[in-house]
């Protein structure tokens, strides 16, 4: 029985090892490279890069469907929209998205995507299934990306030159509010409970918290770094990995306090990140490197650096569900 147990035990170990493999194989890295106008796909297990797909010219945001069977990808001197199957790899379709698209987002259900123009001062309400335009929201000036709330009742965009986040009720798809913020807004994340919103303002050089109740900022502090870009928080909501572009670095802070807790050297055009969905691995492109570092957040080193396409802006982790 000893014997006959230890045996069930240890094939049930190896099929538990072989399935986390598999499904952190199956782990997609989608970074849009501006300047040579496509898409670098990495294999987050092996990290090799297993293709390049031309899109259309200038592409920057990058966002995947909520069961990650599609990545959309926003090519700003296109003014469109391409569509990539995450599985094949293969470009499904690109549509019209606007003047100048930039960052975008999906809502909860996965049904609608928000798509920034700069230039344009609006947001593009896209539908998800026919691709055709839903809705134009009119935001801020140089409104820079969007990100969407947990709880579905949000989209928060950041306008660069006008300092402030416009606030977008989903249920009507119209701007509720218009939170001013420090200099310069660009990256942003919202808390698991959609209660807070952090905002790094970039000309500030400081990351911002909004209560979303009160719709205000409560709380600026420095990052200690020059040009704060991007934000992602830990799943726990405990730590903030603040990316900068000037000083090249990636730093944790507490996201209570905001103290920095650790600063790690990454290289100059250090600008969006992603969070592998284990919270083991931090993406963080470097645009003048022209590559993607991988991240340890056990260690708060750089454990990677995969070569891209030429001036890396966006990155996104496809996958399953």
């Not at 997609?28 to 390049?52: G, L, M, P, Q, Y």
């Not at 593009?124 to 026919?130: E, I």
């Not at 807070?196 to 200690?224: C, N, W, Y």
């Amino acid at each position: 029985m000893r014997r006959s147990g230890l045996a069930v035990f240890v094939l049930l170990a190896a099929s538990l090892v072989l399935g986390s493999t598999r499904a952190g194989a199956e782990l997609r890295v989608f970074v849009t490279n501006e300047k040579s106008d496509d898409v670098t796909v990495i294999d987050a297990a092996t990290r090799a890069v297993v293709r390049t797909i031309p899109v259309g010219k200038r592409p920057r945001g990058v966002a995947v469907s909520p069961d990650g069977r599609r990545v959309f990808v926003t090519n700003s001197n296109s003014d469109s929209l391409s569509v990539i199957d995450a599985k094949t790899l293969e470009v499904l379709s690109t549509v019209p998205a606007g003047i100048d698209p930039e960052g975008l987002t999906l809502n909860r259900a996965g049904t609608a995507l928000y798509v920034v123009n700069e230039n344009e001062l609006s947001v593009t309400v896209l539908d998800v299934a026919s691709l055709a335009v839903r809705k134009k929201i009119a935001v801020g000036k140089e409104p820079e990306t969007a990100v969407a709330s947990p709880d579905g009742r949000w989209i928060a965009v950041s306008n660069e030159t006008s300092d402030d986040v416009h606030v977008i009720a989903t249920a009507s798809d119209t701007v509720v509010k218009q939170i001013p913020v420090p200099k310069n807004p660009r990256g942003m994340r919202f808390t698991a409970d959609s209660r807070r919103l952090f905002v790094a303002s970039e000309q500030a050089h400081v990351v911002s918290v909004i209560d979303m109740a009160e719709m205000r900022v409560v709380k600026s502090a420095p990052t200690g770094g020059s040009r704060p870009v991007d934000i992602v928080l830990t799943p726990d909501g405990s730590r903030l990995y603040v990316s900068h572009g000037q000083s090249g670095d990636v730093r944790v802070l507490d996201s209570s306090s905001l103290n920095v807790l650790a600063v790690i050297p990454v290289g100059p055009r250090t600008w969006w990140t992603a969070l592998s969905p284990d919270a083991r691995f931090l993406y963080a492109t470097v645009g003048r490197a022209n590559e993607l570092a991988v991240i340890d957040t056990s260690s708060n080193t750089v454990a990677a650096r995969i070569p891209c396409g030429t001036l890396p802006w966006g990155v996104a982790i496809a996958g399953p569900p």
